[in-house]
Protein backbone atom coordinates (compact mmCIF):
# COMPACT_ATOMS: atom_id res chain seq x y z
CA UNK A 1 0.00 0.00 0.00
CA UNK A 2 1.54 3.74 -1.02
CA UNK A 3 0.61 6.03 2.09
CA UNK A 4 -0.30 9.46 1.56
CA UNK A 5 -1.83 12.08 4.11
CA UNK A 6 -0.29 13.42 7.59
CA UNK A 7 -3.08 12.04 9.98
CA UNK A 8 -0.26 9.30 11.66
CA UNK A 9 2.56 11.91 10.95
CA UNK A 10 5.46 11.88 12.06
CA UNK A 11 5.24 7.84 11.89
CA UNK A 12 4.36 7.72 8.47
CA UNK A 13 4.75 9.96 5.53
CA UNK A 14 3.25 10.33 2.10
CA UNK A 15 4.86 7.82 -0.06
CA UNK A 16 5.72 5.57 2.04
CA UNK A 17 5.36 2.03 0.81
CA UNK A 18 3.42 0.07 3.65
CA UNK A 19 3.49 -3.71 3.96
CA UNK A 20 0.21 -5.19 5.71
CA UNK A 21 0.08 -8.40 7.45
CA UNK A 22 -4.09 -9.93 7.47
CA UNK A 23 -5.38 -10.78 10.91
CA UNK A 24 -6.35 -13.47 10.77
CA UNK A 25 -7.60 -15.46 14.19
CA UNK A 26 -4.63 -13.24 15.60
CA UNK A 27 -6.16 -10.61 18.39
CA UNK A 28 -6.74 -7.08 17.58
CA UNK A 29 -4.75 -5.45 20.17
CA UNK A 30 -4.42 -1.68 21.17
CA UNK A 31 -1.52 -0.01 19.82
CA UNK A 32 -1.89 -1.56 16.48
CA UNK A 33 -1.52 0.23 13.63
CA UNK A 34 -4.61 -1.12 11.51
CA UNK A 35 -6.15 -0.92 7.71
CA UNK A 36 -9.23 -0.49 7.24
CA UNK A 37 -11.99 0.55 4.75
CA UNK A 38 -13.65 3.98 5.74
CA UNK A 39 -17.13 3.06 6.49
CA UNK A 40 -17.89 6.33 4.88
CA UNK A 41 -16.55 6.09 1.77
CA UNK A 42 -14.41 2.99 1.00
CA UNK A 43 -10.96 4.54 1.23
CA UNK A 44 -8.42 2.12 2.90
CA UNK A 45 -7.29 4.15 5.93
CA UNK A 46 -4.43 3.54 8.56
CA UNK A 47 -4.82 4.50 12.14
CA UNK A 48 -3.96 3.31 15.36
CA UNK A 49 -6.25 0.91 17.32
CA UNK A 50 -7.31 2.74 20.44
CA UNK A 51 -9.49 0.61 22.47
CA UNK A 52 -10.78 -3.32 21.37
CA UNK A 53 -13.61 -4.89 23.38
CA UNK A 54 -16.95 -6.55 23.00
CA UNK A 55 -18.75 -3.34 21.33
CA UNK A 56 -15.81 -3.61 18.58
CA UNK A 57 -12.59 -1.27 17.47
CA UNK A 58 -12.08 2.32 18.04
CA UNK A 59 -9.64 3.59 16.18
CA UNK A 60 -7.32 7.44 15.85
CA UNK A 61 -4.61 8.77 14.00
CA UNK A 62 -1.67 9.63 15.98
CA UNK A 63 -1.58 13.34 14.56
CA UNK A 64 -5.56 13.70 14.99
CA UNK A 65 -6.67 15.55 18.14
CA UNK A 66 -9.86 13.11 18.40
CA UNK A 67 -10.71 9.49 18.33
CA UNK A 68 -12.32 7.96 14.94
CA UNK A 69 -16.58 8.65 15.09
CA UNK A 70 -17.37 5.01 13.78
CA UNK A 71 -16.53 1.77 15.80
CA UNK A 72 -15.20 -1.45 13.50
CA UNK A 73 -15.90 -5.19 13.75
CA UNK A 74 -12.82 -7.25 13.81
CA UNK A 75 -13.61 -8.67 10.31
CA UNK A 76 -13.60 -5.39 9.04
CA UNK A 77 -10.28 -4.94 9.70
CA UNK A 78 -7.73 -5.73 6.71
CA UNK A 79 -4.67 -6.10 8.65
CA UNK A 80 -2.27 -4.92 10.06
CA UNK A 81 1.00 -2.60 9.18
CA UNK A 82 3.92 -4.18 10.44
CA UNK A 83 6.53 -2.30 8.13
CA UNK A 84 7.07 0.71 5.98
CA UNK A 85 9.80 1.35 3.34
CA UNK A 86 11.04 4.87 2.79
CA UNK A 87 14.02 6.21 0.43
CA UNK A 88 15.12 2.16 0.02
CA UNK A 89 14.97 1.67 3.93
CA UNK A 90 12.64 -0.75 5.75
CA UNK A 91 11.46 0.41 8.57
CA UNK A 92 9.42 -1.79 11.25
CA UNK A 93 6.71 -0.47 12.17
CA UNK A 94 5.83 -0.93 16.56
CA UNK A 95 2.56 -2.33 17.75
CA UNK A 96 0.88 -3.55 20.74
CA UNK A 97 2.14 -2.41 24.06
CA UNK A 98 4.83 -0.56 22.87
CA UNK A 99 2.96 0.81 19.76
CA UNK A 100 0.62 2.39 22.56
CA UNK A 101 3.39 3.51 24.51
CA UNK A 102 4.83 5.68 21.43
CA UNK A 103 1.58 7.41 20.45
CA UNK A 104 1.07 8.26 23.94
CA UNK A 105 4.24 9.65 23.95
CA UNK A 106 2.96 11.32 20.48
CA UNK A 107 0.43 12.65 21.78
CA UNK A 108 2.04 14.10 25.06
CA UNK A 109 4.12 16.36 22.66
CA UNK A 110 1.82 17.10 20.43
CA UNK A 111 -0.27 18.73 23.34
CA UNK A 112 2.96 20.85 24.73
CA UNK A 113 3.55 21.92 21.19
CA UNK A 114 -0.47 23.33 21.25
CA UNK A 115 0.70 25.20 24.22
CA UNK A 116 3.68 26.30 23.43
CA UNK A 117 1.79 27.57 19.94
CA UNK A 118 -0.76 29.20 22.16
CA UNK A 119 1.47 30.90 24.56
CA UNK A 120 4.20 31.85 22.38
CA UNK A 121 2.91 31.60 18.49
CA UNK A 122 2.59 35.27 18.13
CA UNK A 123 5.65 35.95 19.50
CA UNK A 124 6.89 33.54 16.96
CA UNK A 125 5.29 34.32 14.18
CA UNK A 126 6.55 38.38 14.63
CA UNK A 127 10.17 37.45 14.89
CA UNK A 128 10.07 35.19 11.64
CA UNK A 129 8.17 38.52 9.65
CA UNK A 130 11.52 40.26 10.98
CA UNK A 131 13.90 38.44 8.99
CA UNK A 132 16.48 39.11 11.89
CA UNK A 133 17.30 35.67 12.23
CA UNK A 134 17.27 34.58 8.70
CA UNK A 135 19.60 37.83 7.81
CA UNK A 136 21.84 36.82 10.64
CA UNK A 137 22.41 32.43 9.69
CA UNK A 138 21.54 32.60 6.12
CA UNK A 139 24.87 32.92 4.95
CA UNK A 140 25.70 29.42 7.36
CA UNK A 141 22.31 27.89 6.02
CA UNK A 142 22.22 26.13 3.30
CA UNK A 143 18.26 25.01 3.11
CA UNK A 144 16.76 23.82 -0.49
CA UNK A 145 13.66 22.12 -1.94
CA UNK A 146 13.39 18.93 -3.00
CA UNK A 147 10.47 17.59 -5.18
CA UNK A 148 8.96 14.17 -4.95
CA UNK A 149 6.44 12.79 -7.17
CA UNK A 150 3.41 11.35 -5.54
CA UNK A 151 0.22 9.81 -6.31
CA UNK A 152 -1.88 12.99 -5.61
CA UNK A 153 0.99 15.31 -7.49
CA UNK A 154 4.19 16.78 -6.33
CA UNK A 155 5.00 16.86 -2.66
CA UNK A 156 8.26 19.55 -1.97
CA UNK A 157 10.58 19.09 0.74
CA UNK A 158 11.93 22.00 2.56
CA UNK A 159 15.60 20.65 3.53
CA UNK A 160 19.02 21.53 5.71
CA UNK A 161 21.45 19.35 5.22
CA UNK A 162 19.71 15.88 4.97
CA UNK A 163 16.98 17.52 7.75
CA UNK A 164 13.67 17.48 6.01
CA UNK A 165 12.47 20.91 7.92
CA UNK A 166 9.27 21.65 5.83
CA UNK A 167 6.98 19.75 3.09
CA UNK A 168 4.29 21.31 0.74
CA UNK A 169 1.64 18.38 0.78
CA UNK A 170 0.07 17.62 -2.98
CA UNK A 171 -3.22 19.56 -3.39
CA UNK A 172 -2.32 22.03 -0.39
CA UNK A 173 -1.96 25.91 -0.65
CA UNK A 174 0.72 26.45 2.25
CA UNK A 175 3.84 25.37 3.82
CA UNK A 176 4.32 23.64 7.12
CA UNK A 177 7.73 24.17 8.70
CA UNK A 178 8.57 22.88 11.63
CA UNK A 179 9.76 24.63 14.23
CA UNK A 180 12.15 26.79 15.14
CA UNK A 181 13.09 26.82 11.35
CA UNK A 182 10.31 29.51 10.33
CA UNK A 183 12.70 31.90 11.62
CA UNK A 184 15.08 31.39 9.29
CA UNK A 185 13.10 31.12 5.96
CA UNK A 186 11.19 33.60 4.07
CA UNK A 187 8.22 31.38 3.01
CA UNK A 188 6.90 33.88 0.86
CA UNK A 189 10.03 32.91 -1.45
CA UNK A 190 9.25 29.34 -1.38
CA UNK A 191 8.20 27.68 -4.74
CA UNK A 192 4.18 27.65 -4.36
CA UNK A 193 3.89 25.74 -8.15
CA UNK A 194 4.64 22.54 -9.02
CA UNK A 195 7.00 23.29 -12.17
CA UNK A 196 10.61 23.50 -10.41
CA UNK A 197 13.57 23.02 -11.10
CA UNK A 198 16.39 22.22 -8.35
CA UNK A 199 18.66 25.36 -9.32
CA UNK A 200 15.93 27.34 -9.25
CA UNK A 201 14.56 26.65 -6.22
CA UNK A 202 18.10 26.53 -4.49
CA UNK A 203 18.55 29.90 -6.07
CA UNK A 204 15.52 31.44 -4.28
CA UNK A 205 15.51 29.80 -0.93
CA UNK A 206 19.46 30.64 -0.52
CA UNK A 207 18.36 34.70 -1.71
CA UNK A 208 20.76 34.50 -4.34
CA UNK A 209 20.01 35.86 -8.11
CA UNK A 210 19.40 32.81 -10.93
Not at 14 to 27: N, P
Not at 69 to 92: C, H
Amino acid sequence: MDYAGNSMAPILKTGDVLKIVAHQDREIRVGDLAAFRSPRCGTLIVHRVVSADHQGVRTKGDNNLAIDDWVLQPNEIVGRVVSLERNKKRIRILGGFRGQMHAFALGAAKRIDLAFSSTFGPAYRWLGKTGIFRNLFSRWMSIRVSCFNRRGGMELQLRLGQRVIGRRLPGQDRWHIRRPFRLFVDESALPKGEDVEGKQVWHRVKGEKG
